[in-house]
């Protein structure tokens, strides 16, 4: 009986013919950072949109909190709690960085929680806050990042799921991008983590799964982790 914040129980989810995730399982325990590690084309994205509903999974179940999201359309599995940062950090170019944190909160209804979340957000991200009126699109890769994250935040989720955060930004940016996830964490915020980049990754998490041609490979701690020859295989593809 597993009893973690996300459960996710024998998944099998296609695009058309062919299943890409081929009976994955995964627990993902409150208050944590555990990640999901994988090399290109293992079918980490492809989880984090079964999870949201936006390619539902073909067999298996996805429980959150108690609850069964597996069918559930997108909108409610974030009514549900559950907020995602999608690859490539995709910011609105057109709007400015405070329309951007607002469009995180469209399912809130009380201009006042909007306006205390995203005085939040401003005090966890000070750059953000002297550029709330800059357009997202004219800003660096990691104020863009920062602006992803941020809009995240605005639906005050329970779980976030981050795919691939560092891809493409400069390694210092990603050790500050690494540091933001960790203080969110600890904040409260249970975190699943997609990532490719192994090392910074397990350094930051609690836990971690490997996944590889649709399947958990492996999972454990991350001192567990380190060693394994299936994480080697995750990293060099
Ligand atoms: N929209 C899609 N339609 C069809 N196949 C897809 C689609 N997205 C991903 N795939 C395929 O699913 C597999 C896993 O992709 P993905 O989940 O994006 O992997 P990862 O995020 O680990 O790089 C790949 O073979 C990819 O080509
Ligand atoms: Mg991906």
């Known amino acids: 009986m597993m009893s973690g914040m996300l459960e996710i129980d024998d998944v099998y989810t296609a695009?058309?013919?062919?299943?890409?995730?081929?009976?994955?399982?995964?627990?993902?325990?409150?208050?944590?950072?555990?990640?999901?590690?994988?090399?290109?084309?293992?079918?980490?994205?492809?989880?984090?949109?079964?999870?949201?509903?936006?390619?539902?999974?073909r067999a298996g179940r996805i429980v959150f909190n108690g609850t069964d999201i597996t069918r559930l359309p997108t909108h409610k599995v974030v009514a549900a709690g559950i907020a995602c940062i999608p690859e490539g950090r995709k910011v609105f170019p057109k709007l400015t960085v405070e329309e951007n944190l607002r469009v995180g909160a469209y399912q809130e209804s009380s201009d006042k929680v909007t306006q205390s979340r995203?005085?939040?957000?401003?005090?966890?991200?000070?750059?953000?806050?002297?550029?709330?009126?800059?357009?997202?699109?004219?800003?660096s890769g990691g104020e863009q990042a920062m602006v992803s994250i941020g809009r995240g935040l605005m639906c005050a989720p329970k779980l976030l799921l981050i795919d691939e955060p560092s891809l493409g930004l400069s390694p210092r940016l990603v050790k500050e991008n690494f540091n933001i996830i960790r203080q969110i964490n600890e904040r409260?915020?249970?975190?699943?983590?997609?990532?490719?980049?192994?090392?910074?990754?397990?350094?930051?998490?609690?836990?971690?799964?490997?996944?590889?041609?649709?399947?958990?490979?492996?999972?454990g701690t991350p001192s567990e982790l380190a060693g394994r020859s299936q994480v080697r295989d995750a990293y060099f593809g």
């Open 188 to 219: 409260g915020i249970t975190v699943l983590l997609v990532e490719q980049n192994v090392h910074q990754t397990l350094a930051i998490s609690h836990f971690g799964f490997v996944i590889s041609k649709g399947r958990v490979a492996t999972s």
């Open 118 to 139: 995203m005085a939040d957000i401003f005090r966890i991200f000070p750059r953000l806050a002297e550029r709330r009126t800059q357009l997202a699109g004219t800003m």
């Open 15 to 57: 695009y058309d013919k062919a299943d890409v995730l081929q009976g994955v399982s995964l627990t993902v325990q409150p208050g944590s950072i555990t990640c999901l590690l994988g090399s290109n084309g293992s079918g980490k994205t492809t989880l984090v949109r079964s999870i949201l509903g936006l390619t539902p999974a």
